[in-house]
């Protein structure tokens, strides 16, 4: 089903699929998977290499042999690129018509349209985000809801600027084979924005911008670079068109801040604090090495506890240093009817970006419409009309390899509160990931797949370390985990059938004696 030699899509093609599966798409991800696709598997089996290292008592450290990329002070990034030097307030969702219309239009200065942890990747989320992209480019996304309330866009120059999150390079698009082999999801989102919509951003004076998740070192970051390259080369695009912003959000890339701002220098925008990813790679890490690395309950691991203090510091000491952009965390409450846990929450929040702003960071996240306003004022005290404080580089830190490491020092308990909180946040998560659904809203917060994985590392962690609940006294056992996971289904809204292949999903990833890489993973194979 496809004119491209050796590349075949297995399965139904979506509505107005060809739009973007383009030949000229299609030649790009058959071209990255035969020049890339090796090397990928070869990086992926470099995690699975490192993790067993830790396990036998290794640990995390600056790497010795890029130490002069380090020390080396002359090189920077590529400067700002149009409709990104000031990112004060970015929004970040999925890419479904009403939310592309909502954040576009949100007063945030980017959007992050996620392919990755706030889509699910069913085949018709991976081709309709890139269909409303499209539409969104050119201006015919408008539309009416069964409400009758109607969704246009204001104009281009009120418009949030487009920035892509492609899915890790750890998931697979099998809906795309190409020499019988399934090609990367990354690869795939990648080439069919850059294609399409990308191309059309280039003609609207901006460019095709990206968001590169779940890098575990700079190697993967050289990957994306020649992807980038290669991508331009095809197309006829000027090398350096393409920019794209990193998540430092797994604990083996927080060492290797500087060395992934060098690979990707000609092409990159910048690094983001992603706080849920990070806390998540930190269990995954360090799983089996005890208590060492064990945290309390996930809602009382702050921004200013000691590691996560030290890795804020280092992101911006070290885009400051090089040029880049420096992007804060997220803000995941949803404004709520109840003026109280508004007023509670929206107090958090302030506190939380005056934090960022006073650190140095040029910019943060929120996740709904609502908040913008809230972050950009925040932030315009700090910066006022400046669209950023790259200037500011933080020579009074001075971040050791100890101090990434330094997780037992973060207080907190383990509760019986936080264990059901995990339990039932991760079964609803899944539930709805299950059904089509990758950004879900659950007590007042938008939850993503970030969220879900910290929740069911944390259940695996305490279970696995026979942590001792300190409210109610219970030992974390396989029974206790069965008995609440019952109790908190019986909870949710509908029949508890419904819920049964979320809760064996989450059983299958927090309690097995093997622990899943991405809970994604076993959850996409279940998925058409």
Known sequence: MSDVSGLEIVGDLPERAEEVLTTAALDLIASLHRQLGARRLELLEARS??????????????????????????????????GLADRRVEITGPTDRKMTINALNSGAKVWLADQEDANTPHWSSVIGGQVNLLDAINRSIDFTAETGKSYALKPDD?????????????????????????????????????????????????????????????????????????????????????????????YPAAFEMDEILY????????????????????????????????????????????????????????????????IGGMAAFIPSRDPEVNEAAFEKVRADKTREATLGFD???????????????????VLGEAPNQIEVTRDDVSVTAADLLN?????????????????????????????????????????????????RSQVWQWLHNDIVLADSGEQVTRELIDRLVTEEVDKLDGDAADYAEARQTFLDVAVADDYADFLTLPAYERMP
């Open 49 to 82: 290499r490192r993790v067993a290292a830790l396990a036998e008592g290794g640990t995390l450290d600056f790497l010795p042999e890029t130490a002069n990329i380090r020390a080396d002070d002359s090189w920077r990034v590529a400067p700002a690129a149009p």
């Open 263 to 326: 690979e990707l220098r000609e092409h990159s925008a910048g690094l983001n604090a992603g706080r849920w990813d990070y806390m998540f790679s930190v269990i995954k890490s360090f799983r089996t090495r005890g208590t060492e690395f064990l945290l309390p309950d996930r809602n009382s691991v702050t921004m200013t506890v000691p590691f996560m203090r030290a890795y804020c510091d280092l992101l911006v000491q070290t885009c400051h240093k090089r040029g880049a952009h420096a």
């Open 407 to 455: 997780v037992a020092a973060t207080p907190g308990d383990v509760t019986e509160v936080g264990l059901r909180s995990n339990i039932s946040v991760g079964i609803q998560y899944l539930h709805a990931w299950l059904g089509g659904l990758g950004a879900v809203a659950i007590n007042n917060l938008m939850e993503d797949a970030a969220t879900a994985e910290i929740s």
């Open 158 to 250: 009120e418009l949030a600027t487009i920035v892509v999150r492609p899915r890790g390079w750890h998931l697979p698009e099998k809906h795309i084979t190409v020499d019988g082999e399934v090609v990367s999801g990354s690869l795939v989102d990648f080439a069919l924005y850059l294609a399409t919509a990308g191309l059309r951003q280039i003609e609207k004076g901006l460019g095709p911008y990206f968001y590169l998740p779940k890098m575990e070192s700079h190697l993967e970051a050289r990957l994306w670079n020649d992807a980038f390259i290669i991508g331009q080369d095809a197309l006829g695009i000027p090398r350096g068109t393409i920019r794209a912003t990193v998540l430092i959000e797994t």
């Open 363 to 381: 910019g943060s996240w929120v996740a709904h419409p609502g908040m913008v306003e809230l972050c950009k004022e925040v932030f315009t005290d």
